[in-house]
């Protein structure tokens, strides 16, 4: 019987596009999220496959580079919005004091 994973599907994903997408290693992206890196590093690896799979061959240099820096820019945005919502909570249980 297999074991059930501790780490909902979409986290396993967003940890392991987090990784491909921003450019950071996976140890500071398995340290800041609280997962041990080997097991991050099988995430991507996976994610990475899923990605090649397909549609990889039909893209160019310039759209890779292209879709690759887009990826970046997404995950960075995603971080920043996360911060955002974490400082507005943080704000809004100050101002009713």
Known sequence: MA???KYPE???RQAAALVLDSGRTIRDVGRELGVNHETLR???AQLRQERDG???SSLSGDERAQLLR???QVAQLELEKEILKKA???FAR???R
Request: hydrophobic share 35%; charged share 35%.
């Open 3 to 5: 074991r059930q994973s």
């Open 54 to 56: 397909g549609q990889s």
């Open 42 to 44: 099988n995430w991507v």
């Open 10 to 12: 979409e986290f396993r």
């Open 88 to 90: 507005a909570v943080f």
């Open 94 to 96: 100050e101002t009713e």
């Open 70 to 72: 887009l990826r970046r």
